[in-house]
Nanobody, 121 residues
Framework: VQLQASGGGLVQAGDSLRLSCAAS????????VGWFRQAPGKGREFVAA????????YYEDSVRGRFTISKDSAKNTVYLQMDSLKPDDAAVYYC???????????????WGQGTLVTVSS
């Protein structure tokens, strides 16, 4: 299964943006699908994840309450709705999939290409 991320762009602080991650095939209920981000000069950090079967969601503290991860099982697609964007949210956002939930990259073994989010102040 390949993951295709899209939806990045240039927005102003306070604006909203929705990222999509479309899988090329079926996502099984045992999978966890997530988003990481990497700002220039920084490591890749966890943003949010969702358990495909149960729909349980996880968020990094700095985005909780502003970002919402959701899924469309019929489309095998995960969304990341990002509201009240801040300049610190600017990064390349990557979608990923794995067999377990975790906040470190090594937990996930399937990565899509990134989509760039730029937030101007």
């Amino acid at each position: 299964v390949q993951l295709q991320a899209s939806g990045g762009g240039l927005v102003q602080a306070g604006d909203s943006l929705r990222l999509s991650c479309a899988a090329s095939g079926r996502i099984y209920s045992s999978k966890v699908v997530g988003w990481f981000r990497q700002a220039p000069g920084k490591g890749r950090e966890f943003v949010a994840a969702i358990r495909w079967g149960s729909g349980i969601r996880y968020y990094e503290d700095s985005v909780r309450g502003r970002f919402t991860i959701s899924k469309d099982s019929a489309k095998n697609t995960v969304y990341l709705q990002m509201d009240s964007l801040k300049p610190d949210d600017a990064a390349v956002y990557y979608c990923t999939m794995g067999n377990h939930y975790g906040t470190t990259q090594n937990v996930y073994d399937n990565w899509g290409q990134g989509t760039l989010v730029t937030v101007s102040s």
